[in-house]
DNA sequence: CGATGTGTTGAGTTCACTCAAACTTAGTGG
DNA sequence: CCACTAAGTTTGAGTGAACTCAACACATCG
């Protein structure tokens, strides 16, 4: 709201710019919070990381240390289950938190690979209690993500269950569509930084499914898609293919 | 680990019964807690409330108050999709929290039915705040609690993403079983409370092969089933079919 | 310019679904 | 106590959506 203060100025507004948008922006900019404030945050939670494309952020097993926030580009995430096969989590987009299943645990239990070059805030776990002291709300803002978090996954398992091969990926479409969006991207012109592999795989489909699925919404006018960049035409009908509306929404809370 | 105190002694012995294996035992009963404590959350945590088969313990759209805990029975949670269809997102046993989803809105996203007699301890969520004061911890307790739903969530994800319905029904009967062993039930021999709708719902399966898998199941000598009635002969082979000893560990923290 | 990884298309198969019917159990009231 | 009903469960038959296997197309890159 306020203008940066005095000091540290390029450096503020270098961070209201790119955390005006993120997850943890009610936690990061609580209301009223000053240019003190700003900088112990900047100072105390954030360490940046940049991994290039296929570079691990973390892997299963690693001792928990700390949950992420991406800034720019994008993470997934996997569970590996123990005959080798893995299951995409999640694709997480700037502005939105990875790394939360680890609280629970000792080690992490999945892993964070980037999509491609990116840049994250690594929040060490630790500093959260600390933090908490200056900035109450903190926690319970954790908390807030947590919940909505578990919202999510419980809208991904009746995706999985209950609907059809195009039902699901329309229902990705829309999420990315909108947190896109919300991040300040377009709506409706994008380029899939994860593979068909990918897609099908979290969406609990076979690859070729998923390319023929691409290419019958592209033969009904839905969309345009060339490999990894696609266009909607028609986010409506894309809507009604998904079916319902709390489904997006809560699909696109990441 | 300390006998209760002089005074309230029926009261607080009986909470020590019955709270032992809570999912919010590390709250309820922090190391060290003394009467005072104890006291302290008997009186403002928890006010009991008795549900009936059937009788909803909160429904989608009820404005967020509080979570619950299991005391004794089962409960089914479910969100619906606009077009009426329901998703059973889960069954809670003795010791295990629901409404936890509801945090980070302001009406409840699900519904929580009973699915027979049982009883809930209901805990404002209001309270949480006020008892973090005189209990540190509490509120690293629910995160590390919600954090495990993740997890729990993205197990799930995995299950029904990429398995068989064998393989499904045979995780889900090793989740009921590790969680009764838990809270000190039979790990082999229990009763479902829940009809074979609602675990064809639950598992993205049809209730006809739900209904197949427990005949085949029977069969194969894995198992004997009478209706609600189960009593499982070899547990291994259960975990075998039901793939990695990760998911049933996962899945067993509800 | 092959080589390799990724994506698309085609053909045939299969697992779980749907539809349909019989059966069992629990609950209700004559 | 015994129909009678309603709800839940099981079994059978046939179908279909998505899978697997296989070949081909198209980028990207050393």
Redesign the interface.
């Known amino acids: 709201m306020s203008q940066p203060s005095k000091t540290n100025v390029i450096k503020l507004s270098e961070a209201a710019v790119s955390c005006r948008n993120c997850s943890m922006y009610g936690i990061c900019t609580p209301p009223g919070a000053d240019a003190n404030t700003m900088a112990l945050l900047e100072g105390a939670i954030k360490k940046r990381r940049v991994v290039s494309r296929g570079e691990h952020l973390f892997r299963a097993g690693d001792p928990f240390t700390s949950i992420y926030c991406v800034r720019s580009g994008s993470i997934k995430t996997y ?1 590996n ?3 080798g ?1 893995e ?1 995409v ?1 999640g694709f997480h987009l700037p502005g939105e938190l990875l790394g ?6 000792e080690d992490m ?2 892993s964070g690979v980037a999509l491609e070059t990116s840049s994250v805030c690594e929040i060490p776990y630790e500093r959260i ?1 600390i933090l908490n002291e200056s900035l109450p709300g903190l ?2 803002e ?10 999510h ?6 995706l ?3 609907k059809s091969a195009e039902e699901r990926l329309a229902a990705l479409l829309l999420s990315l569509s909108t947190r896109f969006q919300r991040r300040g991207f377009s709506s409706t012109e994008f380029y899939l930084s994860m593979s068909r592999n990918d897609i099908g ?5 076979a690859v070729e499914t998923v390319s023929r699925m691409f290419t019958r919404f592209d033969a009904d006018g839905l969309l345009t898609v060339q490999r990894k960049y696609v266009k909607l035409h028609d986010i409506e009908r894309l809507k009604v293919m998904a ?5 997006h929404l ?1 699909m696109a ?1 990441a």
């Open positions: 569970v289950s123990d005959d096969s299951q989590t939360l299943a680890g609280i629970c645990a239990p999945g209690d926690k319970d954790l908390i807030r993500l947590l919940s909505q978090k578990v919202l996954y419980q809208t991904l398992t009746m999985l269950s209950r795989n979290y969406l609990g489909l079916g319902s509306p709390r489904i809560q809370q």
